[in-house]
């Protein structure tokens, strides 16, 4: 599904956030310490090797809601954008500190001439953010931001599951008509 705001692309797709051959930048659900982990941030650094920990180790620790960018690696892509997003019901304000994810990944992307990102659901896997939720702040942030962005110009959301694309699309729905 795919929506467009001010000659920006937004789509939503099922799929493997490590395997985005046709974006310039990834975004990786992080923890605080850039480490390997479990689920998005096993899969990218699984995906992009080993060097990819060694240039995240002097970046570390991030708190909730900021983001750092490093190369790629192995993977298929020019840079990885590293967001902590918040555990929800731990880190306050939630809804504040997820926002300031995509603000911040955007940002940078920006700054670093990046014309397409693929994000993935920030914190709504063991971090437990609710995933309409999530959704819902992912999306109004981002269409926010649409007249600031000068580079990018499209930006995917790579959804492991078909209920969470389906989440997605119902939210973006609403929010973009």
């Known amino acids: 599904m795919k929506k467009t705001v001010l000659n920006i692309e937004i789509e939503c797709i099922k799929g493997n956030i490590a395997n985005q051959p046709d974006i310039s930048a990834i ?64 880190d306050k304000p939630e809804d504040k500190l997820l ?19 693929a994000f993935p659901s920030i914190s709504t896997g063991a971090f437990g953010y609710p995933m309409p939720r999530a959704a819902k702040v992912a999306f109004e942030t981002i269409t926010d931001m649409v007249e600031e962005l000068e580079e990018v110009k499209l930006i ?4 492991f599951s078909n209920k969470a694309l389906n989440v997605h699309i119902e939210v973006l729905s609403t929010i973009i008509s």
């Open 27 to 90: 975004v990786n659900a992080a923890n605080a310490q850039l480490r390997i982990g479990g689920g998005v941030a096993g899969a990218i650094h699984r995906a992009a090797g080993p060097k990819l920990e060694n240039e995240c180790r002097p970046l570390a620790p991030i708190k909730p809601g900021e983001a750092v960018i490093t190369g790629a690696h192995n993977l298929p892509n020019d840079y990885v954008i590293h967001c902590l997003g918040p555990v929800y019901g731990i």
């Open 99 to 117: 926002a300031a994810c995509y603000h911040n990944a955007l940002k940078l992307s920006e700054k670093k001439q990046i014309d397409s990102v």
């Open 156 to 159: 995917r959301f790579v959804l």
